[in-house]
Every structure is written in structure tokens, then in C-alpha cells.
């Protein structure tokens, strides 16, 4: 079966501080990796999604990048973090297969405070 | 991309069946229809998909009326666990990446 993990669980980090997060999937192979945020009480706000190795779409322009650097992993990187990047980070996955939907998978999600 | 609008929040009762509508006026010939449900602190968990008519698991049913501009997710007899966010999306199904657009849900709570 499919899983997915991230981490860390929680993070708190000081304003123009570095970000990594990272995301990694299992037992699937190809992948279509996303990466959302979600404001207190909102909904999920897509901000990359990858369908490939060193392929990454940004949907939003923002203070965040991403990088796809082997097929089941997927990082969430900033150079230097702002008050406004605080919130809860999750990766998911998804798999299309010829008529298959694009349903996806989440997991566990960050927890990102910016002080 | 088709919009979707639901309500804001809902209220029930334990052992009660609840219906969340969901709206989708510009649904497109490809579009289906996905529902998620979300606890605090934990990512959406798929609920169920559907395209056309009632699509029946062992969670929830969806029903989507001919014209699908809308649809309907029942939870029978639900319990207080069934308190969450529901978010309803549509989304094409050919497409290589999804460009599913998660709205703001139906914060749904159930009272003992």
C-alpha cells in the first residue's frame, strides 16, 4: 500500500530564517506530488504540484519554492521566511492511470510558525 | 476551472442523516466531483468521487442530478467522529496535474 510521510510534524522558526520541508511517498512509482497551505480556519491554498522529476509548477507567486529531486520526493524550500508564511503545510500525492481520477492523497502535515 | 460554492457551516445531530449541497454551475464535460473530509491538524481524507447520478461506499453516497450543477454528499446516521470540514471540488478528469482548487469547505458539527 501507498504511503505517504513529511516532516517535521512542527516547526518553529524565527523571520528570515532558511525552510526546508520534505516530502516522500512509497509504494508508488510516478508520481503527481503537491504541495498546499492552509491558513487557520481556511481552506487549502495549492502552491506547487510536480508530474515529474525537476518538473515544478508554481501556482502562486510567493516566497516559496520547490524542487522534485528524485521521483518520490518532494522539498518545500525558502530562502528567508516571513511572518506571513506561518501555517500548515501539506504534501499530497496523486496517480493518473489511464481512466483513473486524480484523487489525492495527503499526509500528515507541518505545523510552520514564523516568529 | 468550475467554481463550487457550499455552505459555510452546518449543525446536527448524532444518529441524524446530513446532506451537504454543493454547487457547481460552470461544471465541465470532463469535470467529476470529489469530497473530502478534513479533521484539525491532519490533511483531507477522500470521502467519495463521482460523475454522474448516485455513487454509494460504505462512508457516504453522492448524489448528482442530471444537469450536474450541483450534488449532494449524505452521511447516514452520523456520529460526533463526523465532525469536520467537507469540501466538495470538481476537477477535469483527463488532466495530468490536477488543478483541483479546495474552497473554504462546510465546517459540519454534530451535537450529542
Known amino acids: 500500500s501507498q504511503t505517504i510521510h513529511q516532516w517535521p510534524a512542527t516547526l518553529v522558526q524565527p523571520v528570515g530564517s532558511p525552510l526546508s520541508l520534505e516530502c516522500t511517498v512509497e509504494?508508488?512509482?510516478?508520481?503527481?506530488l503537491y504541495w498546499y497551505r492552509q491558513a487557520a480556519g481556511r481552506g487549502l491554498q495549492l502552491l506547487f504540484y510536480?508530474?515529474?522529476?525537476?518538473?515544478i509548477s508554481s501556482e502562486v507567486p510567493q516566497n516559496l519554492s520547490a524542487s522534485r529531486p528524485q521521483d518520490r520526493q518532494f522539498i518545500l524550500s525558502s530562502k528567508k521566511l516571513l511572518l506571513s508564511d506561518s501555517g500548515f503545510y501539506l504534501c499530497?500525492?496523486?496517480?493518473?492511470?489511464?481512466?483513473?481520477?486524480?484523487?489525492?492523497?495527503f499526509g500528515p502535515g507541518t505545523r510552520l510558525t514564523v516568529l | 476551472l468550475a467554481k463550487t460554492t457550499q455552505p459555510i457551516s452546518m449543525d446536527s445531530y448524532e444518529g441524524q442523516e446530513v446532506n451537504i449541497t454543493c454547487s457547481h454551475n460552470?461544471?465541465?464535460?470532463?469535470?467529476?466531483i470529489t469530497w473530502y473530509q478534513q479533521f484539525p491538524s491532519q490533511g483531507p481524507r477522500f470521502i467519495i468521487q463521482?460523475?454522474?447520478t448516485k455513487v454509494t461506499n460504505e462512508v457516504a453516497s453522492l448524489f448528482i442530478p442530471a444537469d450536474r450543477k450541483s450534488s449532494t454528499l449524505s452521511l447516514p446516521r452520523v456520529s460526533l467522529s463526523d465532525t469536520a470540514v467537507y469540501y466538495c471540488?470538481?476537477?477535469?478528469?483527463?488532466?495530468?496535474?490536477?488543478?483541483?482548487?479546495f474552497g473554504s469547505g462546510t465546517r459540519l458539527s454534530i451535537r450529542p
Open positions: 463521482g460523475y454522474k
Open positions: 509504494g508508488t512509482s510516478n508520481p503527481n
Open positions: 510536480s508530474v515529474g522529476i525537476g518538473q
Open positions: 460552470n461544471i465541465a464535460t470532463n469535470d467529476y
Open positions: 499530497a500525492w496523486s496517480a493518473l492511470d489511464g481512466g483513473e481520477t486524480d484523487t489525492q492523497y
Open positions: 471540488l470538481v476537477g477535469d478528469r483527463y488532466s495530468s496535474a490536477s488543478k483541483i482548487i
